[in-house]
């Protein structure tokens, strides 16, 4: 599944002059856009397989042209193989592509940021998806669904994201999809100001997310397609140590793939950290009164 490294680099340049653009006031170049997100559609209809290598930027300057590539790649290749077609297909690369597109003006040290550390940072960042939101339906050069992954990108499953702290429960399918492939990217990828996760880790919190940040119907797919070609091997591989909602330490033991999130686990010690004389197996499928909440040793 793994995009070629020329179509990667004429998705860096498309990018790039997006932002160089709209800096310099002129209007957006969708019709480009557009055949770039035609090509890389093309491509990924005659892969079925291989992992797929995000881009990782050289600095913090490039960070954003990177993740929105990134979010297309990911969110083009999820929506593909959930069944998005046609136009909605090419929306759904659209709304991905100029996603962060409001970030032009937000301070470099907050552009790689989700949610913001503060109050100022917080309002800083909730304003992004919105100020490009009013300049784009100004200017009526693209479609309305994509306004509207744009404008919703931060929003929740809880209702508690922004800007307007709507719930996904019932948003369209592509909103959903950017949303998640937008904090994997935001996960995994390494700039001076912070490390990336593993993409174990980021699944692991993805998962985690469901119901909560995420649909999680939505995440079940994530985990499902795009496990395979991000991660190598399941979540929870075999000997995974992982903390328990009830303070308890266990190894993984047995998993039924990659969108396994309740493996069978055995309990090695107490609350208290103690070591069990008898570890206690568990399987987590049928026991709802444990639950992992973090993943000690992937
Ligand atoms: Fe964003």
Not at 90 to 97: C, F, K, P, Q, S
Not at 263 to 276: A, D, H, M, Y
Request: with cysteine.
């Amino acid at each position: 599944m793994n995009v070629s490294e020329a179509l990667k680099k004429r998705g860096i340049v498309v990018i790039r002059s997006l932002f160089d653009d709209l800096q310099s006031g002129k209007d957006l170049d969708v019709e480009t856009s557009e055949r770039y997100i035609d090509s890389l559609i093309q491509e990924i209809s005659h892969q079925r397989e291989g992992m797929l290598y995000l881009v990782e930027p050289e600095s913090t300057k490039d960070y954003l042209v990177i993740h929105s590539l990134n979010v297309l790649l990911l969110s083009l290749i999820m929506g593909y193989r959930i069944g998005v077609e046609g136009i909605e297909l090419r929306e759904l690369g659209l709304g991905a592509m100029f996603h962060d597109l409001g970030k032009i003006n937000t301070p470099e040290n907050l552009i790689w940021k989700q949610e913001g550390d503060n109050e100022y940072e917080r309002t800083v960042l909730s304003e992004h998806p919105e100020v490009i939101t009013h300049w784009l339906a100004k200017k009526a050069i693209i479609p309305d669904e994509v306004i509207h992954i744009i404008k919703y990108h931060h929003e929740r499953f809880d209702g508690r994201g922004y800007p307007e702290g709507l719930t996904t429960r019932d948003f369209p399918r592509s909103i959903n999809i950017v949303a998640i492939c937008n904090f994997y990217s935001f996960q995994v990828i390494s700039i001076d100001e912070k490390a990336g996760e593993e993409p174990r880790n980021a699944f692991f919190t993805i998962s985690k997310e469901g119901g909560k940040r995420f649909n999680p119907k939505t995440v079940n797919n994530f985990i499902l397609l795009m496990g395979p070609m991000l991660m190598d091997g399941p979540i929870y591989r075999r000997t995974a140590l992982v903390l328990l909602d009830t303070m308890e330490v266990a190894a993984v033991v047995k998993t039924t793939g990659f969108a396994d999130t309740h493996p069978e686990i055995v309990v090695l010690t107490n609350s208290q950290g103690k070591k069990l004389e008898r570890p206690v197996n568990v399987d987590l499928k049928k026991d709802g009164s444990r639950r992992i909440i973090k993943l000690l040793k992937a």
